[in-house]
């Protein structure tokens, strides 16, 4: 079975601070790794994935992620956040489908605000 | 656009009607998938199609839940007899055969059809 944990629901920070997103799993299997954010009232987009390579991952709008093998971890960091950065950000893991398809299980979610 | 489109985008109904949403795909993908969204949680695995195929179910989609894909184009999820623990935001998505890309693992989302149950 597959699980993560977000241990943080919410977390505040002002404009141009850096931040963290934790997030830790539990696969027993090959790992892939996702971050996805959610803005209000819309649908998921894709952050940045973990398949396999460099453990350290580079995505959208500056920020990255680094796959710890070891702590189970692949925490979401962003050296200067924007106010446009508000937004709820979902950590997951994946597993592969019959047919080639994708299971991703979610975290319940870490909500970024910031703050001027 | 040619992103995932979801219909309706808000459904308000009364317990013990049927309500049924709509999903169109990317157009290329084959790869289809519906999950729900409570507040305060993550999305939650419901079933997966390829193309037509009915694939994967979870344990969630209680035999009230039907979703279909016929063609392997556009698919429909409904909820018979609807209760109130229904009340979710329903997500569709949709990804790409593995071709000569590879497997992305990406999921592509829809904007969500939000059901609300009386």
């Known amino acids: 079975a597959q699980s993560v944990t977000q241990l943080d629901s919410q977390v505040p920070v002002f404009e141009e601070a850096p931040v963290e997103l934790r997030c830790n799993y539990s696969?027993?299997?090959?790992?892939?790794l996702f971050w996805y954010v959610q803005y209000p009232n819309q649908g998921l987009q894709l952050l940045l994935k973990?398949?396999?390579?460099?453990?350290l991952v580079k995505g959208i709008n500056g920020f990255e992620a680094e796959f710890n093998k070891s702590q189970t971890s692949f925490h979401l960091r962003k050296p200067s956040v924007h106010i446009s950065d508000t937004a709820e950000y979902f950590c997951?893991?994946?597993?592969?489908?019959?047919?080639?398809?994708?299971?991703?299980?979610f975290g319940t979610g870490t909500q970024l605000k910031v703050e001027l | 656009d040619t992103g995932v489109s979801q219909n309706p985008r808000h459904k308000i109904t009364k317990r013990g009607q049927n309500v049924t949403f709509r999903c169109d795909p990317i157009?290329?993908?084959?790869?289809l998938y519906w999950y729900r969204q409570t507040l305060g949680q993550g999305p939650e695995f419901l079933t997966y199609?390829?193309?037509?195929?009915?694939?994967?179910k979870s344990r969630l989609l209680s035999d009230r839940f039907s979703a279909e894909r016929p063609k392997g184009s556009f698919s429909t999820l409904e909820i018979q007899r609807t209760e109130q623990g229904d009340s979710a935001m329903y997500l569709c998505?949709?990804?790409?055969?593995?071709?000569?890309?590879?497997?992305?693992?990406?999921?592509?989302f829809g904007e969500g059809s939000r059901l609300t149950v009386l």
């Open positions: 998505a949709s990804s790409q055969e593995q071709g000569i890309v590879g497997w992305t693992g990406e999921l592509f």
């Open positions: 696969s027993s299997v090959s790992v892939y």
């Open positions: 973990y398949l396999s390579g460099s453990t």
């Open positions: 997951a893991v994946s597993r592969r489908l019959t047919g080639g398809g994708n299971k991703l299980t």
């Open positions: 157009s290329e993908h084959n790869r």
């Open positions: 199609f390829q193309n037509e195929a009915q694939l994967e």
